[in-house]
């Protein structure tokens, strides 16, 4: 050990052996005098514990006051003393031993209510704190450090009405805007928490009034607005934000906030705006803003200039999985099928396991389009061809055979139909798209002249969907064929609920009040007739129940 060193500590001990030895001599002079001896040895030995303690000799004090005490235990203010400098010590429980002594000699002293309070909050015992710092700033209005204490205590105990109504109150106390600019930023997020939105926003302008270019205040005010979607407002802050912010991170932080926002507004033209002004900040992430920047287009339409992007980034990047897939989608979305096919086979050739099965099927579901858009153009030959290619791609797809039971029944191969839109059923495990699935199934059954089959669809198809108006409507025609007005009357009303604009069910009730209520025909005829002047059968209907003598 360093000579000097134990020089130090053994001058230390030396003079620690010496002053408890004076002070010792002191104390037994003390308990032997008598009167005004008494007194004055109590004075001094009270003036050496304050030099102790404004010194921080706390240990040398600890040993004076407690032989001193153990003579003279009526002494409270050498024990104030002793307490205080337990709590500097760290000997909490110590203190607070100390500090019950004295409040059952002096129950509304102050200060030792406070030592007491400091030293439950170091031992975590919040509510015992609480009722003394309570105690404290009860008798002194004015007290900050009392007041900001319990404020504290009140969060740590989840009291955050408690601590929000001390924290108002010590702004009033506190005359620097700066320190009262701190506390608002406090209260603002107190409020958060309680969900009072309102406060918090009038505790963040009270701040911003003081600092209106600081930055984490202007940054939590926008994501508080972003909590109650108020979006424009949101953006006016980020706006704000872009004239005073120059630091890269942050930057990053508020063009990403105005291109998620715009896009959730659906303002895809500024989502690309900003994307592209994010792009020439430090530290962008280029690759995933060109990528956005792409779907933007595509979601605006102009699908060419998202493609040229993605073919772009598909070059570039060195896993490009998703991107080709997406500019697959792009091709798709332009119609260009055989350019999406071409590209999901470069990944096939490519893939693992896990994602060939994901390729396959979404070669499937090009094909299904495909074929679609074959048989909208009348191409019935070549839709069942591409239908056949999607089905070699995935077995157990149900649009398939629902497209395929669509391709039949347009051939009017109604048994066909039944076969193949009876397997989409089967495939349909999580009966996604039964409804239209049933209705095909209904519409083909009725073809076939199988009526009870027809109603069986029917009742499947309304148990999954009861307010499906094409299902209610085809209901209605069935009771309406076998002359049971009153269930086919409450089906097409149903349908018509459902599907305000079905003129078929308009035009097919309208019917069936010729008879029993002429005026409720004439105007749902009038009605069919708005929504279609070119509706002949209706004209001609109106004309006839309008010619007087007519029933």
């Known amino acids: 050990m360093n000579s000097s060193i134990v020089l130090i500590i053994v001058a230390f001990l030396i003079a620690a052996a010496a002053i408890y030895a004076l002070y010792s001599i002191i104390l037994f002079q003390g308990v032997s005098s008598k009167g005004e001896d008494l007194q004055l040895t109590t004075k001094k030995v009270l003036e050496q514990v304050e030099v102790l303690y404004e010194k921080g000799e706390y240990a040398i004090l600890e040993l004076l006051a407690t032989k001193y005490l153990d003579r003279v235990p009526s002494r409270i203010e050498v024990r104030i003393y002793l307490a205080k400098a337990y709590y500097e010590s760290k000997k909490y429980s110590q203190a607070i031993k100390q500090c019950n002594i004295i409040l059952k000699k002096r129950p509304y002293d102050v200060d030792t209510r406070e030592v007491l309070g400091k030293c439950y909050v170091k031992k975590h015992s919040y509510i015992k704190a609480i009722r003394e710092f309570n105690f404290v700033y009860d008798r002194n209005k004015k007290n900050k450090e009392a007041l900001q204490t319990l404020a504290e205590l009140y969060v740590?105990?989840?009291?955050?009405?408690?601590?929000?109504?001390?924290?108002?109150?010590?702004?009033?106390?506190?005359?620097?805007?700066?320190?009262?600019?701190?506390?608002?930023?406090?209260?603002?997020?107190?409020?958060?928490?309680?969900?009072?939105?309102?406060?918090?926003?009038?505790a963040y302008k009270a701040r911003l009034a003081v600092y209106p270019k600081d930055v984490d205040t202007n940054k939590k005010l926008v994501e508080l607005y972003v909590r109650?979607?108020?979006?424009?407002?949101?953006?006016?802050?980020?706006?704000?934000?872009?004239?005073?912010?120059?630091?890269?991170?942050?930057?990053?932080?508020?063009?990403?906030?105005?291109?998620?926002?715009?896009?959730?507004?659906?303002?895809?033209?500024?989502?690309?705006?900003y994307a592209e002004k994010m792009l020439d900040v430090q530290g962008s992430d280029k690759f995933n803003l060109r990528e956005k920047i792409a779907q933007f287009n595509l979601k605006l339409g102009n699908v060419d200039d998202g493609i040229l992007i993605l073919e772009d980034l598909t070059m570039l990047s060195q896993n490009a999985f998703d991107i080709t897939t997406e500019l697959a989608a792009a091709y798709i979305a332009r119609g260009d099928y055989q350019n999406a096919l071409d590209r999901y086979m470069v990944l096939l050739d490519k893939a693992g396991q896990k994602e060939a099965k994901q390729v396959n099927m979404l070669i499937c579901d090009l094909y299904v389009k495909w074929a679609t858009v074959a048989t909208n153009n009348g191409d019935l030959e070549r839709s069942m061809e591409l239908l056949e290619s999607a089905e070699r791609y995935n077995t157990i797809n149900p649009e398939v055979y629902y497209s395929k039971a669509n391709n039949k029944f347009l051939q009017k191969n109604y048994n066909g139909t039944v076969e193949s839109v009876s397997k989409a059923l089967e495939y349909d495990k999580e009966a996604q798209n039964s409804p239209k699935y049933l209705l095909?199934?209904?519409?083909?059954?009725?073809?076939?002249?199988n009526f009870f089959e027809e109603k069986k669809a029917l009742t499947d198809l309304l148990n999954v969907e009861p307010d499906n108006a094409e299902g209610l409507y085809r209901v209605g025609m069935m009771y309406a064929s076998q002359r049971n007005v009153k269930n086919a009357e409450e089906a097409f009303k149903k349908a018509i609920a459902s599907n305000p604009e079905m003129i078929q069910a308009k035009y097919n009730l309208a019917i069936l009040y010729e008879n029993s209520n002429k005026d409720k025909a004439k105007e749902l005829y009038l009605e069919v007739l708005?929504?279609?002047?070119?509706?002949?059968?209706?004209?001609?209907?109106?004309?006839?129940?309008?010619t007087p003598g007519s029933l």
């Not at 979607?229 to 980020?238: D, F, K, R, S, W």
Request: aromatic fraction near 10%.
């Open 530 to 546: 708005e929504q279609d002047p070119t509706f002949v059968e209706a004209k001609n209907a109106l004309a006839d129940i309008s």
């Open 440 to 449: 095909l199934l209904a519409q083909a059954q009725h073809e076939l002249g």
């Open 228 to 273: 109650i979607n108020n979006y424009n407002m949101a953006i006016e802050t980020l706006l704000l934000m872009l004239s005073f912010v120059t630091e890269s991170k942050m930057l990053l932080w508020i063009y990403d906030m105005l291109v998620d926002l715009y896009e959730t507004m659906g303002e895809y033209d500024k989502a690309i705006a």
């Open 156 to 202: 740590e105990t989840d009291q955050l009405v408690m601590a929000i109504q001390s924290y108002g109150e010590l702004v009033q106390l506190l005359t620097s805007p700066t320190e009262q600019a701190d506390i608002q930023a406090i209260i603002a997020d107190l409020n958060e928490q309680i969900y009072d939105y309102a406060a918090a926003f009038e």
